[in-house]
């Protein structure tokens, strides 16, 4: 059964975010080896617990190949089984975890509000019956 890479509870947003920080910043600051800053990339996310494709964007300039491309990196998977707690996830966002300032608030947009409260044509309760 595929994994939904999607389902990311808020705390490992966060920490894939610092890990992105973490690389772009080593990235800026030095030359690297390309495959050996790759294997830095991927340890660096398996430690957060995701598997990623690492795909470098080369460029020339004049046709002449360049060094300093940045890689574009790609989260594929989880580095264990993994089953996706809704629950879970509810209490990091009502918990603000990610600092957005919405603590214990799960906000929806007006348009999807009142879609849901309509029923999409149904009876008011955010789903329709069909028979």
């Known amino acids: 059964m595929p994994q939904d890479v999607l389902d990311v509870y808020d705390h ?13 910043d080593k990235a800026r600051h030095r030359r690297h ?7 830095e990339i991927e340890e ?3 430690e957060a617990g995701f598997t990623v494709h ?7 300039v004049d046709g002449q190949e360049q060094d300093g491309a940045m890689p574009e990196v790609t ?10 707690d809704k629950d879970r996830q509810v ?4 918990s603000d975890i990610l600092g957005l300032g919405d603590a214990g608030v799960i906000k929806t947009d007006p348009d ?20």
């Open 75 to 84: 989260v594929t998977g989880r580095t264990a089984p993994h089953v996706f």
């Open 91 to 94: 209490h990091e966002v009502t």
């Open 12 to 24: 490992e947003v966060d920490a894939l975010m610092r890990v992105q920080a973490g690389l772009t």
């Open 44 to 46: 660096a996310f398996a």
């Open 54 to 60: 690492v795909n470098w964007h080369r460029f020339s």
């Open 33 to 39: 080896n390309f495959l050996g800053f790759q294997r």
């Open 112 to 131: 999807t509000l009142k879609r849901f409260l309509e029923g999409n044509g149904g009876h008011g309760h955010g789903h329709g019956h069909s028979q």
